[in-house]
């Protein structure tokens, strides 16, 4: 089993920026393909971003009209970053860390095993 847990989420002001971390704990003896997904308040969760087990590729969802960036962290297996600014009020969501080991496609929520709790992001207008 593989447990996920996301931070950094909370209140940031209209155009600022954020940072959310996720580590994964558990089964880390395997590399993941990991992923960012987001849920606006009444809508259905979607991918905002996903990097490679190896950190070598990312993709993203134009979801963010701003700047957005997923990284994976080299130096802690499985740990991924997702950085964003000029944060909109419809950014405001639940930000989920998502983990698989062979997602078929990655924008299917079906197709990611392991989940986060989730960080809810505020953006005040």
């Known amino acids: 089993q593989v447990q996920l847990v996301e931070s950094g989420g909370g209140l940031v002001q209209a155009g600022g920026s954020l940072r959310l971390s996720c580590a994964a704990s558990?089964?880390?003896?395997?590399?993941?393909?990991m992923a960012w997904f987001r849920q606006p308040p009444g809508q259905d969760r979607k991918l905002l971003a996903a990097v490679t087990r190896t950190g070598d590729r990312t993709f993203y969802i134009h979801l963010h009209a701003g700047p957005l960036a997923i990284s994976r962290d080299k130096s802690k297996k499985n740990t991924i970053y997702l950085e964003m600014s000029e944060l909109k009020p419809e950014d405001a969501a639940v930000y989920y860390c998502a983990a698989a080991e062979r997602p078929m496609a990655y924008d299917l929520v079906r197709e990611w095993r392991y989940w986060g709790q989730g960080t809810a992001v505020t953006v005040s207008s």
């Open positions: 558990g089964r880390t003896d395997v590399d993941y393909e």
